[in-house]
């Protein structure tokens, strides 16, 4: 079964048919740094990190770019408002590149602690400012764009399409923008690919030359000065890095409107070619009763996690153990359970690496691994992957003994479900078995299988000496660090 994924533009399930075959180009809406990301966000970057993983697993080179948003992203995602990192410079008394650094940090920080893999770039918006400009020049020039006195425009009428994503049509939004419709706007629905540095934005730190996309010197009113709108970003660094049509991109349900929306005009207009072939929408996540939101005041950052006393691996866990287009309810009964499900998982992996060949034949073929590959070419769907570890579980421990085939079809299974999730590795306080105790069980698994029961008492106490308590169940030899 090839993999389909749910694309929230054609709104039903499509086989991925990649622009080159056996690659993958994909583009995450990453963070605005005005803060420490919260949980939410993350559940969103882990839906894209999980499908990349299975891409690979999957036999695909994938070309992923992940930007950080450090200039442009105004309060509400609007036109309006300020800049959100100009204003948390503001209160912090700081320069707006310190604030957009000091949250990188905790960003990239927290996404080493959820074991996230390091996409090809990391593009931040203020580094792209030429490639930004270009494209609004040629929108201008082709006139989807036009410019008032505080800013530059793009004409959503000039772009059929527009709504096909989030379904808002024109329709629908002038009915719904009577109020605070900026008048020097042709529709309401337009939305800035630049804002000049004057009226409210004259303060805004960050500007640069429309002319020319250098960095400006001057402060207060300056209309040839400005800064780029939020989501010409995207469309910049997405076609400066992977070009202008990709296969895939993702981000969270709130990105769909307006932000993917104006993407998609932007980019299709400039270039006259589809910009996205799917596009993946990972649900929100809900506190309390209300959606997970920093503007709200009810989030849950990775350090609250830990102080809570758990690992960053299972919030991992349970962030990816509910299918990404659920709407999951954050509780702290969901990270018990989480922790104890990866537990389970990450303790009978360690005891695979002792099972051992020869002892007795098998068994009942299983194809664990297809089951596996099923549910994940499936839409992403964790629940029945994770399903079938514990499926893969119950069955390795009833085994009587073990073929080489079978056991070599088990480890193989194994690296593949820890590579997809990523959340199975012991933590860092756990070590892997060492060699030579391994090679000791070995040893003790042959005294056994020749009653040598002196000898296989020796080896038990050798292996204890190192350190390491071993059991005999009904499968063969168990281990654990002894305490
Ligand atoms: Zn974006």
């Given at each position: 079964m090839p993999l389909s994924l749910y694309n929230t533009y054609s709104k039903k399930d499509e086989q991925l048919v990649t622009l080159t075959p056996k690659q993958v180009t994909m583009y995450t809406c990453g963070p605005t740094v005005y803060g420490r990301p919260h949980i939410g966000n993350y559940s969103s970057f882990l839906m894209a990190d999980l499908l990349r993983r299975w891409l690979e697993v999957s036999g695909y080179q994938v070309k992923h770019v992940k930007n950080i948003t450090d200039v442009g992203h105004l309060l509400h995602d609007s036109?309006?408002?300020?800049d959100k990192i100009q204003k948390q410079a503001e209160t912090e008394k700081l320069h707006p590149l310190e604030i957009a650094r000091r949250y990188t940090e905790q960003y990239l920080e927290d996404e080493k602690a959820l074991n996230m893999l390091e996409p090809m770039a990391r593009p931040r918006a203020s580094e792209f400012i030429k490639e930004q400009l270009a494209i609004i020049k040629v929108l201008l020039e082709k006139g989807n764009a036009y410019e008032t006195d505080d800013g530059i425009y793009f004409a959503v009428e000039t772009f059929p399409h527009y709504g096909a994503l989030s379904g808002n049509t024109l329709q629908n939004l002038n009915a719904g923008a009577r109020v605070g419709v900026d008048e020097k706007k042709k529709h309401p629905a337009d939305f800035a690919l630049w804002k000049k540095?004057?009226?409210?934005?004259?303060?805004?730190?960050?500007r640069w030359k429309f002319s020319t996309g250098e960095v400006s010197q001057s402060s207060g009113e300056d209309a040839s000065s400005g800064f780029p709108g939020w989501h010409i970003e995207c469309s910049a660094m997405s076609s400066s890095l992977?070009?202008?049509?990709?296969?895939l991109h993702t981000g969270g349900e709130d990105n769909i409107f307006p932000h993917h929306e104006c993407e998609i005009a932007q980019s299709e207009c400039a270039t006259g070619k589809q910009f996205v072939r799917l596009w993946l929408h990972k649900r929100r996540i809900d506190l309390g009763d209300a959606k997970m939101s920093k503007s709200l005041g009810n989030i849950l950052t990775v350090p609250d996690i830990v102080e809570k006393g758990y690992s960053p691996l299972d919030l991992r866990y349970y962030l990816l153990s509910v299918h990404y287009r659920t709407n999951l309810k954050f509780a702290w009964k969901g990270m018990d359970d989480a922790r104890k499900a990866r537990t389970k998982i990450v303790e009978w992996i360690r005891e695979c690496v002792t099972f051992s060949a020869g002892k007795g034949s098998d068994d009942s073929k299983k194809n664990f691994a297809e089951d596996f590959a099923d549910a994940m070419n499936g839409d992403l769907n964790t629940p029945q992957a994770l399903a079938v570890i514990f499926d893969c579980m119950a069955w390795s421990r009833n085994q009587k003994g073990w073929s080489t085939e079978s056991l070599s079809a088990l480890s193989s299974f194994i690296e593949e479900v820890k590579t997809t999730f990523?959340?199975?590795?012991?933590?860092?306080?756990?070590?892997?078995?060492p060699d030579d105790v391994l090679s000791l069980i070995k040893d003790r698994e042959a005294a056994r299988a020749a009653k040598d029961f002196k000898e296989s008492d020796r080896l038990r106490d050798a292996i204890k000496d190192r350190g390491w308590d071993v059991k005999d169940t009904a499968q063969g030899q168990t281990i654990k660090e002894a305490r």
């Open positions: 036109d309006h408002g300020d540095c004057v009226g409210d934005n004259g303060r805004h730190v960050l992977l070009g202008d049509q990709i296969d990523g959340c199975f590795e012991p933590e860092s306080q756990a070590e892997p078995v």
